[in-house]
């Protein structure tokens, strides 16, 4: 059995042409493979493939070309086994608003197949965890935007899926809210679930064991944030922080880029 709980081999996604604009190319030829029980994150600026690539992973998204695997399963070939083992927890929120918290997660509890007593434990479970208790009448739409990315992520994780994917989790979250959040998803990579984040926050993504810097559709540096900092190093800045490596490794792979044309 493979080590890997994400391999991906030349993932690529075109969008076809329409009649007032022309073919786009979101991602192309991405190779990686993310270890079981790691934490991966994907940073990128907007538009970059990364939302794309997460779509593709959860099998929500065909590719154009390459292969993708979770948990050793070909989201191409396999795509519905692939999913019992994947937690997907998009940007933007989308759960049923007119539905209370507790309702909501009667519902995605059912979804994946937990019920009777397993379903309640479940439930119980996530409304101990979050810290649900006072909310569980409230609708979803009515939630403080912290407790709906709490229902949210609780949504995707009841099933114990062995990989969540997180698309921009915490955007417009408070500070307090987010270390929080991030409390719960570190006690689940130490529980060797592997987790893969997309994210704007640096601090946030010095959480993350590698990262893959996303950019113009193509993965152009993978390595741990301290790597990523080594590689940014200059004379000017000896210690750069993950948002001046960012920066920095964006403008070498332009400068390169515009040397080789």
Same mark, same amino acid.
């Given at each position: 059995?493979?080590?890997?709980?994400?391999?991906?081999? /030349?993932?690529?996604?075109? @969008?076809? &042409? #329409?009649? *007032?604009?022309?073919?786009? %190319?979101?991602?192309?030829?991405?190779?990686?493979?993310?270890?079981?029980?790691?934490?991966?994150?994907?940073?990128?600026?907007?538009?970059?493939?990364?939302?794309?690539?997460?779509?593709?992973?959860?099998?929500?998204?065909?590719?154009?070309?390459?292969?993708?695997?979770?948990?050793?399963?070909?989201?191409?070939?396999?795509?519905?086994?692939?999913?019992?083992?994947?937690?997907?927890?998009?940007?933007?929120?989308?759960?049923?608003?007119?539905?209370?918290?507790?309702?909501?997660?009667?519902?995605?509890? /059912?979804?994946?197949?937990? @019920?009777? &007593? #397993?379903? *309640?434990?479940?439930?119980? %479970?996530?409304?101990?965890?979050?810290?649900?208790?006072?909310?569980?009448?409230?609708?979803?739409?009515?939630?403080?935007?912290?407790?709906?990315?709490?229902?949210?992520?609780?949504?995707?994780?009841?099933?114990?899926?062995?990989?969540?994917?997180?698309?921009?989790?915490?955007?417009?979250?408070?500070?307090?809210?987010?270390?929080?959040?991030?409390?719960?998803?570190?006690?689940?990579?130490?529980?060797?679930?592997?987790?893969?984040?997309?994210?704007?926050?640096?601090?946030?993504?010095?959480?993350?064991?590698?990262?893959?810097?996303? @950019?113009?559709? #193509?993965?152009?540096?993978?390595?741990?944030?301290?790597?990523?900092?080594?590689?940014?190093?200059?004379?000017?800045?000896?210690?750069?922080?993950?948002?001046?490596?960012?920066?920095?490794?964006?403008?070498?792979?332009?400068?390169?880029?515009?040397?080789?044309?």
């Amino acid at each position: 059995m493979s080590d890997f709980a994400i391999e991906i081999k /030349g993932l690529s996604k075109i @969008y076809a &042409a #329409k009649k *007032k604009s022309p073919a786009k %190319e979101a991602l192309r030829g991405v190779d990686l493979q993310i270890k079981k029980g790691s934490f991966f994150g994907l940073l990128g600026p907007n538009g970059a493939g990364k939302s794309t690539t997460f779509k593709m992973l959860c099998g929500l998204l065909k590719p154009t070309s390459g292969e993708a695997f979770v948990i050793g399963y070909d989201l191409q070939k396999a795509p519905s086994q692939a999913r019992s083992h994947i937690g997907y927890m998009a940007q933007k929120f989308s759960l049923y608003g007119d539905l209370s918290l507790d309702q909501n997660l009667e519902f995605f509890s /059912g979804v994946y197949n937990l @019920y009777g &007593a #397993k379903q *309640k434990k479940m439930v119980d %479970e996530m409304i101990d965890v979050f810290s649900f208790k006072e909310f569980l009448d409230v609708n979803a739409s009515n939630l403080p935007l912290g407790y709906k990315q709490r229902l949210a992520l609780s949504c995707a994780v009841m099933h114990n899926p062995e990989v969540i994917f997180l698309d921009e989790p915490t955007s417009g979250v408070d500070p307090i809210t987010r270390r929080e959040f991030w409390g719960h998803i570190n006690g689940m990579v130490e529980k060797g679930v592997t987790v893969m984040v997309t994210t704007h926050f640096m601090d946030e993504a010095e959480y993350c064991d590698r990262i893959g810097l996303v @950019y113009q559709s #193509k993965m152009i540096e993978i390595g741990t944030p301290d790597q990523l900092k080594e590689l940014a190093k200059s004379a000017d800045n000896p210690t750069p922080t993950l948002e001046d490596a960012f920066i920095k490794l964006i403008e070498q792979y332009d400068a390169r880029k515009h040397a080789s044309q």
